[in-house]
């Protein structure tokens, strides 16, 4: 069973990256915004949990086609693409309710910075699974505050020339402007106008924020307990922020994820389950385990995002939305119950949690944001799990010089009750990367639970 699912380690590395410039990105074009004019955040937009930049880094080997003026050539394209793509080159600004929206100004625009590195990509070795030590290939301003998005450039870009000729892309995006599918848009448009030479953007973006609006009077019919502040009474706070917890990633092959499934299935077979709700579960279960939880008693909760585009039905959301129209589903357990109970249980919780979330309950969520507005990000006995693998963070990402080596994220240590589900990144490949924190006394641990699914 081991060899279904493989520790991948990554080298321990100090990067050297000397900055050579950086530069402010305006639109190449006009846009249908003059200087004080502001545009509506819906409450999915500006909930306390997008109030971040995401960052990725994108990473190419040096190929005969590659040109030297790669800053030039995404410049160009990033210019091009911010006509139709405009409110990433304004700013968030706070009104005085505390909800955001974005406002134009002078001075203002995306960034790109050209980075030097004296080091060779070669060098960074395995490229084929996130690893903190690339953080210097994201460009973070001097002294700057964690969770800051207001008055910043929405869309950071850094390009790190290594001394072999491969560069890498590391990107922040602020999720204010777009969910995982409206960022893979995005991106999309900007690769292939670089490749191309010419703007392309199909399907047509559009902001349409408004489609959100809350209702009047407000009404919440569920009580959300995926934003619920909570006192956390379980070891689990002292287990990942008082000591630093390790990244751990596991390459989980597709025969591995359809055994989960299966399992799942075993024993309630009027139910179809996901890979991603037996995937789940079995980390949940793994991951508590591991951590040896207590009091056996303690609610603990487990989150994931669900994509709501295919369930608005009145009026459906326009074709090229490329804002935040995910909501977030909670499942929530016992310790002792995720212990006892076998892995179909756990993943039918993880079921009855996707499926709850429908239109009405997109729209309670938004009234909900609207009267409460949570202003701290929660995490007391929860864990999130992030699922990559629907996005097409490969294909997306070929500016002309081919698909990168690899394509995600960095560093999940600042929020170590997250886990990434990755797509696997060469050419036909179709497992994935399970990416998470732990203690290093739990690891061993968290390995046999996760490997023994016959036995889950």
């Not at 299935?265 to 890979?275: H, L």
Request: net charge negative.
């Amino acid at each position: 069973m081991a060899s279904l699912m493989e520790d991948i380690h990554f080298p321990h590395l100090s990067i050297p990256v000397t900055v050579k410039h950086k530069e402010a990105v305006l639109p190449a074009g006009p846009i249908p915004v003059n200087h004080g004019d502001t545009l509506y955040l819906s409450n999915l937009d500006d909930i306390i949990g997008c109030r971040v930049f995401t960052p990725t880094v994108y990473f190419y080997h040096s190929t005969p086609s590659m040109s030297k003026n790669v800053v030039e050539k995404l410049r160009d394209a990033l210019a091009l693409v911010l006509v139709p793509y405009y409110p990433f080159s304004g700013r968030i600004r706070e009104t005085s309710n505390g909800k955001l929206e974005i406002f134009f100004g002078p001075n203002q625009g995306s960034l790109i910075v050209e980075a030097h590195s004296s080091i060779a990509l070669a060098d960074l070795g395995d490229l084929s699974t996130p690893n903190p030590s690339w953080s210097p290939l994201i460009y973070r301003f001097p002294n700057e505050e964690p969770y800051k998005v207001v008055d910043m450039p929405l869309l950071i870009a850094q390009v790190t020339y290594f001394r072999d000729g491969g560069f890498s892309l590391g990107l922040r995006m602020c999720h204010c402007l777009c969910d995982g599918i409206g960022a893979m848009q995005f991106f999309n448009a900007w690769a292939t106008t670089a490749r191309v030479g010419t703007l392309v953007a199909s399907p047509k973006p559009c902001w349409d924020r408004e489609y959100f609006l809350p209702r009047d009077p407000p009404l919440i019919n569920y009580p959300h307990i995926e934003f619920m502040s909570v006192v956390d009474e379980s070891s689990l706070t002292r287990s990942l922020w008082e000591v630093k917890p390790v990244q751990k990633c596991y390459k989980v092959t597709k025969e591995f994820q359809e055994q989960v499934k299966s399992l799942a299935q075993e024993t309630n077979k009027d139910t179809n389950y996901t890979a991603f709700d037996a995937m789940a579960a079995h980390v949940w279960r793994s991951w508590v385990k591991a951590l040896d939880v207590k009091p056996l008693d303690y609610e603990l909760r487990l989150t994931f995002t669900v994509n709501t585009r295919h369930m608005l039905k009145n009026p459906p959301l326009k074709d090229g939305f490329y804002g935040n129209a995910v909501c977030i589903a909670c499942a929530t357990s016992k310790v002792e119950e995720l212990i006892d109970h076998p892995l179909p249980w756990t993943a039918d919780l993880v079921n009855r949690a996707r499926l709850s979330v429908n239109e009405d309950y997109v729209r309670s969520t938004v009234d909900y944001v609207e009267v409460r507005r949570p202003k701290t990000l929660e995490f007391g006995g929860k864990l999130t799990i992030t699922q990559w693998t629907r996005f097409l963070l490969y294909e997306s990402a070929d500016f002309g010089w081919g698909r990168p080596a690899y394509a995600g994220p960095i560093d999940l240590t600042p929020t170590p009750q997250v886990c990434v589900f990755l797509p696997e990144g060469g050419i036909n490949a179709d497992g994935m990367l399970v990416c998470l924190c732990l203690p290093e006394t739990a690891c061993k641990r968290f390995e046999e639970l996760f490997c023994l699914i016959d036995k889950a």
